[in-house]
């Protein structure tokens, strides 16, 4: 929102409010799984982001239209993020879980990416 004076000078604008968006962008939704531990992310660098004083927020762009069950009913999920450190943050969309191999009670690892497409809002609190 932006408000000016009958000259063009502007008023009321972003920086007046208390909170400033840092960056905002769409995630795609993805479905994939495989085996073994994953540990990345997308990267993101975001200018002026510090976890002191910024937080993330990450909304849907779709939504289920039914009630959810409360178990994996193959809709998808939506994706967390981690601080990595100066400006930058990670949006991890999978889980790591372990699977029965059939043998004993041995396991293995795996993964599974099932996220919807999101947007990411980085906001900063002034």
Not at 35 to 64: E, K, Q, W
């Amino acid at each position: 929102m932006e408000v000016f004076d009958g000259a063009g000078a502007k008023t009321l604008g972003m920086d007046d409010f208390t909170i400033q968006r840092l960056a905002s962008f769409v995630v795609p939704g993805s479905k994939t799984s495989g085996t073994g531990v994953r540990t990345d992310s997308l990267v993101y660098d975001i200018p002026g982001y510090n976890p002191a004083t910024c937080f993330v927020m990450i909304t849907p762009r779709v939504y289920a239209n039914y009630p959810q069950p409360g178990y994996d009913d193959n809709w998808g999920y939506t994706p967390t993020y981690k601080d990595l450190g100066g400006t930058q943050i990670g949006i991890i969309r999978y889980m790591n879980y372990r699977q029965p191999t059939g043998v004993g009670g041995n396991q293995r690892d795996a993964w599974i990416e099932k996220t919807v497409e999101c947007v990411v809002e980085v906001v900063r609190v002034i």
